[in-house]
């Protein structure tokens, strides 16, 4: 048994090499629409997939977002916003939009999203500052017109205790300020996802938080095979130098 601790940072590259090995992107990757919307954790994502292509040349993960959440009284740098990640049959598309793209999405095409937000029943959510939808809504219309899949990476700072079907109700009441919330019909996709399938072990959360970076950290128990969990020990010290996350 191992104990480890992943920093928010090193989840969202752990989040970002499981995905490369997801059977649906495998998939996707062969023969299909692939677009990843603009996110902070979307950011990793994009980078070893495009890595794991031999297409990461020109490709930057700083800039790769729409919103963020920034402590209060910081502000995030304006950077000019590259455009959503497509790649289509394998080959990347840079420039792209969720909006152009969407339409033009069918059955078997993949679409990752980010959230911010998910629940004990692992369904996640999203706070949206646009009063047309923003990504989110572009997104769920590919879903729900033509069959496309949604996955949502996300990292396990971003647990909540409430339904999020409920919490969306109190936030998005008439009398509400702030961003909206949104429930997402996807599946998620987290460090302890990526950590299982990369490696084959049973990862368990313990406990969370910490200091001098390790603000919404995890420590996970890992059991396996010895194989199993010398392979997970080598994953999490392959990350273990990951620098806080300035997208």
Known sequence: MLQVTITPAMGKRLIGKGMVAHPSIQRVLQKGTLTII??????YVAEEILTSLGQADGYKRIGFRRGLTVAPGTKAPEIDFPGDLVIKDGEALFGQSIFEIGPKMGPGDVVLKGGNAFDSRRQPAVQIGSNV???????????IGTRVELIVPIGMEKRVFGDVYELALITNA???????????????????????????VKATMISAGGVYGAEGAIWLIITGSPEQEKSANALIKSVIDEPLCQP
């Open 38 to 43: 603009g996110g902070s954790t979307n950011g």
């Open 133 to 143: 939808g923003g990504t989110a809504l572009a997104a769920i219309s590919a879903v």
């Open 174 to 200: 008439g009398d509400g300020k702030g961003p909206g919330y949104f429930p997402l019909p996807g599946t998620i996709f987290t460090e302890i996802d990526a950590i299982e399938l990369l490696t084959g």
